[in-house]
C-alpha cells in the first residue's frame, strides 16, 4: 500500500500488512465470527471509547477556581481519573477521595463524607467542593444531601460561620453505569448552575459560555476569538489557566493553586447573563437548558467551532446575541483558513477518513473534513449521543456523503471495518494508535484524550486559527505516510 | 521514652502503616481492583473480563504498559438494578469464542458487582463447564481493601490456584516472582541471569502466560523480587510443591553482586563465572557513570513510591552518592518501612498531596522520586522528578544495564537548564 511494500506472510498469517514485530498468539489469524462483531449483538465491551461519568464532572469542577472535587467512592475511582488528568496536561490535578473501604460499603458513606469534607476545608481552605458519586456510593444509595448537611453543620460549629460562608458545595449524581464522562460533564455543568446561579433581574452584558472537553488551547483561541469580537464574555469551567500554567518554583503558600479557574461568582451572575452558548450539545447542554427554562437566559447549544461553517456559526450567533458588527480581524482569520485549504486542497480531496472520539469532536470534525473535500467512511461516536448522528448525518447529506455511523458501539467494532475497508486516514485520539499502526494508516490526534504526543492540550483546534493548525497536522500526517520525503515539491 | 522504645522493639506499636485512609487526605493509594489488575493485567492466553461498569473497562487498560485485551460487561442502569448474570454468562461465552486459544479467564468484581452480589462463582462454573476451560473469579471489589496490597494478595491467591505438580527441571530454571517488567526490566534479568547459566521459565507477571504458569512448578527455586504478598505466594509454592524461595533484589551493584552470588550458591555454579560477571559488570556500570559522579555528590532526594521499591531505589541513590532526606511509601508494609530506615532516619506512609507538598517545602531536596500519577506536582514547585514506573524508552533500572539508566535519568533529571533558568529572574 504504502510505496508499495508488500505484504509479509508470517507463519502463514494472511493479515493484511500486518507488522512484523508484532508477535502472533496463535499459528493461524483466525476471524472473530461475524455475528459477534456489531456491539449490539455483544453482551461483552471491547476497548470502549468512553470512559465512566465522575470523570467529566471532576474535569469540570477542575475549571472552577480553588476548587475540589471530592469523589464518594473507593480510591481507585480517583487514582484512575488523576493518572488520566496527568498523562494528558503534565499538571497536578488536586483531586480528593472518600475512601471508601468496607465499613463504607456496609454501613454507607457518612462518616467519609463527613470528614473528608471537614479535612478538605481545615487544610485546603477551598473555595468551592463538588461532590462526586460513583457506582458504589450510588448503588449503595447515601444520601449525599443529607449527609453534607451534617458537614456543613458540624463546620459551622467547629471553625465558625464565616468559614461556613466561604465554602461552596455543589453536588453531582454520576454513577459510572447510567452514562459516560460526556454525560458526568454534562450534568456537572447543570449542577453547578442549578446550585449557584441566581438572578438579579439586571442582566448584564456577559456572554456565557460552556466549554465542553475542549483542551486549554481551545479555550484560549475561544477567549482570541471573543477579544476580537470586542465581547464581554465569561468562560464557564475555564481549565486554561487551571490546567495549563506557568512554572514558576516554590509559591509563597501552600497547598498549591493553579491560579486560573472560573471564579464562583461568575456561576452566580450566570442567572443574569446576556446569553449563554454551550460549545459542546452532549456535554453541557443540559446546562444551557437549564438556565433557558429558570431564568430565561437565551441560551443555544452548538456544534464545536471546528471548521469553517462549524465556526461561521458561532461568530454569527455570538454577534446576533451580543448585536456586536463581525470584525475585520475575524474575516482576515477565516481568509487565512480558507488560503491554507485551497494550498492543500490536493493532498486532502477525495482522502477517505475514519473517525472516533467524543461525540461533539466527532460531530464538529466531520464537518471540517468534510469541507476539506475528505470523504467519512466509518466514524465511531464514542458513547451514545442524542444530538451527534443528526448533525453527522445533516452535513453528510450536504455533502453527498453516506458514512457508517456507529453510535454508541466500541473500538471493537470500529476497528474491525477499519480493517476490512483501510482508509487514508483516521483522525482520533491517543487509542486509535494500535489500529493505526496495525493497518498502517496516519492518525491525526485530537481531541480527549491524547497523551502520546506532547503540546495538544496547548494547540487549539477550534475557530479559524484552530481549523488551520488542525489542517496542517492532517496534511502533514498524510505528508509523513504517503509521499516520499523530498520529492514532493520538486 | 523513644530511646526506650527503640531498644525495645517488642513493645513499639506495629501496626503502623497500612491502616485505613483518612477521607480527604488525597491519598495515592488506589482500589484493590487496581491492585488486582496490575499483577494479572499482562497475563496470556488468559480472557480478562471486568464485571462492571464502562470506567473500570477503561482504566483498567492504563494500569501495566504490556497489557492483554481486556473485555468488561459495559454494565447498564437496569442491569445494576436486576443483577446481570445473564449478560456475564453471554459476555463470557462471547469472550471465548473471539478468543479461541484462551486458555482460561479471570472474571474481574468491581464496585457495582460486589454490592449488588452478583453471584459471578456459579456463572464461571457454568461456563467453566460448557467451554471446558477454567474461569477464575477475582474478588476485588475496589471498596474492599484500604488499598491496592490487597489486589495483589487477591491475584497471587488465584494465580497460586493455577499450578500444576509437575517435576523439577534437571537444569537451573527459575521463576521470577513479583517482576513487572517495568520498562523492559525482564529481558534485562534474563539476560543477567543466562550469564550465569540460569534460565528463566517465567516472570510473573512481567512476561507471563498461562501455561507458562500451569507449568511453573518445574522451575527449581524462586526468586522472590518485590512484595509481602509475592512472599506469601512463594512460600504457599513453598508448601504446596517444594520450591525453594530466595528473597533477591537487582537494585544497586551491592545488591546484584550479593544476588548472584546467592543464586550461584544455590545452583553451585563454577565461582569464578560469577565473579566474572559480577566485576565485568560493575566495571562497565563504573565506567559509565564515572564522569557524573560529581553531579550526584550530596544531592537531597525525597522518595514518595509504592511499596517494596523504597529501599531498593534509595540504596541505589546512596551508591551514587545522594543523600535521601525522606521516604515515604504508599501502601508499604512494616517490612518495606524498616528496608527503608537504612537509606533514611525519616519514614512514613501513605502521604496525601498535603504533606508531599509541606515535605517539598521543610526539606527542599533536589530530586523527587514519586509515581507518575504524582509527577507533575512536584515540578510545578519547581523540583524535577524521576518518576516511576519509568516509560519504555527510559529503560530498565534493574541489573547492571539498570544502573546505568537509572544514572543517566538522575543526571538528566537533575542537570536540566531549565531548572537554573527558573531560578535566574527576567531582565
Redesign the interface.
Known sequence: MINNVKEIPIEGITYKNLKIEKEPLTPEYTPPPPELIPAKNRAVCIDPSRTCMPFGAMWATLGVHRAIPFVQGAQGCTTYVRYTFSRVFREPATIANASFHEDAAVFGGRKNLIRGVRNLVCRYQPELISIVTTCSSEVIGDDINSFLDEAIELMEEEMGPEVRDAVKFVVVNTPSFAGSHVEGYNRAAREFLKTLAKSTGQSTEDIYFIPGFMMPGDIRELKHMMDLMDVSYRILFDISDTLDCPLVGMPNRIPYYPPGGTKVEEFVRAGDARGLFALSPDAGGAGATWLERRFKVPSRAITMPIGVKNTDNLIKAVAEVAERPISEKIRWERGILLDAMADTLHYTMSKRVALCGDPDFVAAATGFVCELGMIPTYILIGTKSRTAEATIREVCEEYGHNPVIMNDSDQFEWEYALKNDIPDVILGHSRCVNISREIQVPLVRYGFPVYDRVGFQREPIIGYRGGERLLARIVNAILDYHYPDDRTHQ | MEAFLFSHPEIWPQRSCGL???????????????GARYVLGPV??AIH?VH????????G??VRGTPA?????????H??IFGAR???Y???V??F??N??ARGAFVYI???T???GEDALTVAEEVAQKIGKPVKVISC???????QAKGHSVSYKALLELIKPLPKAKEPVVNLIGEYNVGGETKVLKDLLGQIGVKVHLSLTGEASWSRIETMSRARLNLLFCGTTAEDFCRAMKKAFGTPYMKVSFYGLKSIAASLRKIGAFFELPETLVEEVISHGEQQVLAKIFPWRRHFWGKKALIVLGAHRLGPQGKMLKELGCEVVAAASIFGKDNNHKEATEVTSIVTDNPG??EL??A??VFKPDIVLTN??????P????VPVLSFPQPKDRGPYAGYVGMINFARDLYKCLNAP?WKL??SSLL
Open positions: 485505613a485512609t483518612e477521607p480527604g487526605s488525597m491519598s495515592q493509594r488506589s482500589c484493590v481492583y487496581f496470556r492466553e473480563l462492571g461498569a464502562v470506567g473500570c473497562g477503561y482504566y487498560k492504563m485485551p481486556l473485555f468488561s460487561t459495559d454494565m447498564r442502569e442491569e445494576v445473564q449478560k456475564l453471554k459476555a463470557l462471547e469472550a469464542a473471539l479461541p486459544e468491581t464496585c457495582v460486589g454490592l449488588i471489589p475496589g471498596f474492599s481493601g484500604s488499598s498531596d498535603h507538598e509541606e517539598l517545602w507518575a500519577r504524582e509527577q507533575w506536582r515540578v510545578k514547585l519547581g531549565v527558573l531560578n
